[in-house]
């Protein structure tokens, strides 16, 4: 157990949360109604003992990267997906606390929804599940600059797409399948959004309503077959869509790859790649059932596509090269955090209805927090691309109510008598938590663009660490922290940066978007794949049947939620090399 865990599980806020969740939370809960949730989802994945002993393609991961690789090479090859997580389809996802908690990864839950990497400077945060981190993101389909795929620090190949307008295509591609729908603020109603943008304007930030994959208008059919609902507004898109309304992957490019032949196999995790003389490739991987029984499996491919995200397709390439596999210098370099700045203005003068349900089959009467995002204030009009930034409005997630209603209300603040009453409900967990100061408070993500020189690395046991000692001295982060403070007092607002310090202790940043390690370059010097994913050896020739696809590819940070960038790199690269 690290550090950081050990210091929250001895605090004693922790004894106060436990303490309080004894009791039942529904007492926390304002007025609902039940809402009937139906959606047609279809199992995907196939029971280990139909895995073959070879493929034509091993697609290893199932988030953005995965899913379109499996879902574009169906149909035309012999396809297997290999996830490490299990299938989470919806109404599978914890909703209290007390539940939660027990659901992050590690040794003795390898089954676990969230995996955290503590480090020293900069905590790690990604999904972990069939759909990978598309499970518990807000799914917001934003577009970076222009400016942001440049060369150098971009093959060249690609920024003259870029630049001609030719990329465009897969954006487009990727927003048709996620089926991205915007806030429409003629017709919808958000509190959230209201105070984000009485804030904003005071600033001079303009507002945007960026395509997110949620279903926002009514009863949708995929592509796949799959109906879904339309979201009712619980708040809860990152701790698990329980009620189908969030485009997740498991609800588009993997049923897709499945319909077209994919066979997609759970709880395998993938630990090193071997190359054969032959040209084949062996995938050694570990099994682990649903009772806990680990079985070790080798599994033969003529082509290898490692999309298990940015850390685990670094951990994965650090230990295959280990083992002797050929692969550049470069392997681990270039980390990003995207810049990402997590904060929360406490207590402002406006209730912002940004607290999650407590179930997903209720809905609150006069609280509705609707999708974690909606709306960006948006601080890129400016000449130099390091100065730019967004600020996005959040939701806390329902099954932290009471966890945090009970943190925030011992935090030190400056209140005033009836800003102070508001606390005293929340601290008494009172039936009114409409009147709270939680509900008046406001969620806060901000990314920008960093200098993306972290190092990842193996520790003596094995696992993924960043290391990136002049991060907090990065401009960035100082720059997004000034406008965040300047939004929560335009609310008249309590600003907090990284909540984090309030629950588990320390003053590390957090990233939920992590960029790089195995970043594309023109060549072996700069980077470890070509502008296609396309694996680079030692000596700078090319790894026939080896691909990357996945955020670790991407040799900057984008400014922006990268989903779409990741998702459209997919796109591209399997048209143009693997069909």
Request: proline residues 4%; hydrophobic residues 40%.
């Amino acid at each position: 157990m690290d550090n950081g865990r050990r210091k929250f599980l001895k605090s004693g806020v922790l004894g106060s949360l436990l303490g309080a969740l004894s009791t039942s939370t529904a007492q926390a809960e304002p007025q609902v109604k039940e809402v009937p949730v139906h959606v047609n989802y279809r199992r995907l994945a196939s029971p280990v003992s139909d895995l073959r002993e070879r493929y034509e393609v091993v697609v290893i991961g199932s988030g953005y990267g995965g899913a379109i690789s499996a879902a574009r090479l169906a149909g035309h090859r012999a396809v297997a997906v290999l996830e490490r997580g299990p299938e989470r389809p919806p109404g599978s996802f914890m909703e209290k606390f007390r539940d939660i908690r027990q659901d992050v990864l590690c040794d003795e839950n390898p089954f676990g929804l969230f995996e955290i990497h503590a480090n020293r400077e900069m905590d790690v945060v990604n999904g972990n599940g069939l759909g990978g981190t598309s499970l518990i993101n807000a799914g917001a389909l934003v577009e970076p600059d222009s400016e942001t795929i440049r060369s150098p620090e971009w093959p060249k190949a690609l920024v003259q797409e870029v630049n001609s307008g030719r990329f465009q295509k897969y954006y487009s591609r990727v927003r048709a399948m996620l089926q991205g729908q915007s806030f429409d603020p003629d017709s919808m109603e958000s509190s959230k959004v209201n105070a984000h943008v009485i804030a904003s304007h005071k600033m001079g930030a303009a507002i945007q309503f960026p395509p997110i994959a949620v279903n926002l208008s009514g009863q949708q059919r995929q592509q796949t077959g799959i109906t879904q609902p339309k979201c009712i507004g619980c708040g809860n898109c990152c701790s698990g869509c329980n009620t189908g309304a969030k485009n997740t992957l498991n609800m588009n490019y993997l049923p897709l790859a499945k319909n077209r032949g994919a066979e997609l196999f759970t709880q395998i995790e993938v630990q090193r790649i071997e190359k054969r003389a032959d040209r084949d490739y062996l995938i050694h991987c570990e099994h682990t059932s649903s009772e806990g029984r680990r079985s070790h499996k080798v599994i033969r491919a003529e082509c290898v596509i490692v999309a298990a995200g940015t850390m685990g397709s670094t951990k994965l390439l650090l230990n295959s090269r280990s083992r002797g596999l050929s692969l550049s210098s470069m392997l681990g370099r270039r980390f990003s955090g995207n810049g990402d700045v997590l904060g929360l203005s406490f207590n402002t003068a406006f209730r912002t209805n940004a607290i999650g349900y407590a179930s997903a089959s209720q809905v609150r009467v006069n609280m509705k927090p609707g999708a974690v995002i909606y709306s960006i204030a948006d601080y890129r009009k400016r000449k130099n691309l390091f100065d730019r930034f967004i600020i996005e409005e959040g939701t806390f997630p329902g099954a932290l109510t009471v966890p945090l209603r009970l943190a925030m209300g011992i935090a030190k603040f400056r209140l005033s008598w009836a800003r102070f009453v508001r606390v005293s409900r929340d601290v008494t967990l009172s039936k009114d938590i409409e009147k709270g100061a939680l509900n008046y408070s406001m969620v806060y993500l901000g990314m920008g663009h960093d200098r993306a020189n972290g190092k990842l690395q193996l520790d003596r046991k094995g696992r993924i660490r960043l290391r990136w000692p002049e991060v907090k001295h990065d401009p960035i982060y100082h720059t997004i922290d000034r406008a965040m403070k300047a939004q929560s007092r335009a609310l008249g607002g309590n600003f907090v940066m990284n909540p984090r310090s309030l629950i588990i202790s320390g003053k590390n940043l957090m990233t939920v978007h992590p960029l790089g390690g195995c970043v594309m370059a023109d060549s072996v010097a700069s980077g470890v794949v070509n502008h296609l994913g396309q694996v680079y050896q030692s000596d700078g020739s090319l790894h026939e049947g080896l691909y990357v696809l996945d955020g670790s590819i991407v040799p900057t940070a984008l400014g922006v939620n990268p989903l779409l960038t990741i998702s459209a790199l997919a796109e591209r690269a399997v048209e143009k090399i693997l069909l």
